[in-house]
Every structure is written in C-alpha cells, then in structure tokens.
C-alpha cells in the first residue's frame, strides 16, 4: 500500500508564502508515473493544483500559475509545492496524489490517481 505523507501547511498572511512537501512510501511507490496536489477549500470541490509526470512535464491550474512552482524533491518519491503571493482564496486543505496504474483521465482528474495523502490545511488571512 502506497502511502502519501504531506508538510509544510500552516497560517501565513495573504503575500506571503509557503512550502508544501509530499513523502510517498511503500507498496509498489516506485511504479509512480504521475504526482500531483489538489486543494479542497469549506463547501467547495476539490480543485487540482498541479502535477509532474515521470518525463518531467509540469502542469499549474490557472488559479496559481504565477505564482506556483511544482516539483519533484530530491528524491523520486517527492513532491513538492511552493506558493508565493498567497491569497486568501488559497486557503485549503491541500492533497498530494500519486498515480500508480495507467488510465486516459486527465491529470486533473481525481481519477487519474490510485493514492492520497490525508491532507494539510493552509489558511491565509488578509
């Protein structure tokens, strides 16, 4: 069973910025093609934020794009996710995902990914 560990979450005023990282572990981790954060503010849908493939092909929704960097840490099974200019609409509880097996959803699709983090919550005040 693969497992998702997420960092980095906290309180931080809106321009500011944070770090978010992703550890995945266990199971068959190293079959991972693609990683990705998704956010989930109160009472709304889980948005994706972005995600990096095994050939290194990033991609950023258009709500962070700017202002986002998204990347593979120093070891595969990472990922990390830094926000700068934060706002407040970016408060959420933030997800890391791990698409083990292979399927035609987009990668911004929750069904693209088989593994998720429990999430951690980041909260911007104006």
Same mark, same amino acid.
């Given at each position: 069973q693969v497992q998702l560990v997420e960092s980095g979450g906290g309180? $931080?005023?809106s321009g500011g910025s944070l770090r978010l990282s992703c550890r995945a572990s266990g199971g068959n981790v190293e079959d991972t093609h693609i990683m990705a954060w998704f956010r989930q503010a109160?009472?709304?849908?889980?948005?994706w934020v972005g995600s990096v493939d095994n050939y290194g092909a990033t991609d950023l929704a258009h709500s962070v794009k700017g202002?986002?960097?998204?990347?593979?840490g120093?070891?595969?099974n990472t990922l990390d996710?830094?926000?700068t200019d934060l706002e407040t609409s970016d408060s959420a509880m933030y997800y890391c995902a791990a698409g083990i097996t292979t399927n035609w959803s987009p990668r911004n699709s929750p069904g693209r990914y088989n593994y998720w983090g429990r999430g951690t919550? $980041?909260?911007?005040?104006s």
């Amino acid at each position: 069973q693969v497992q998702l560990v997420e960092s980095g979450g906290g309180s $931080v005023q809106s321009g500011g910025s944070l770090r978010l990282s992703c550890r995945a572990s266990g199971g068959n981790v190293e079959d991972t093609h693609i990683m990705a954060w998704f956010r989930q503010a109160s009472g709304m849908e889980c948005e994706w934020v972005g995600s990096v493939d095994n050939y290194g092909a990033t991609d950023l929704a258009h709500s962070v794009k700017g202002r986002a960097t998204i990347f593979r840490g120093r070891t595969e099974n990472t990922l990390d996710l830094q926000i700068t200019d934060l706002e407040t609409s970016d408060s959420a509880m933030y997800y890391c995902a791990a698409g083990i097996t292979t399927n035609w959803s987009p990668r911004n699709s929750p069904g693209r990914y088989n593994y998720w983090g429990r999430g951690t919550q $980041v909260t911007v005040s104006s």
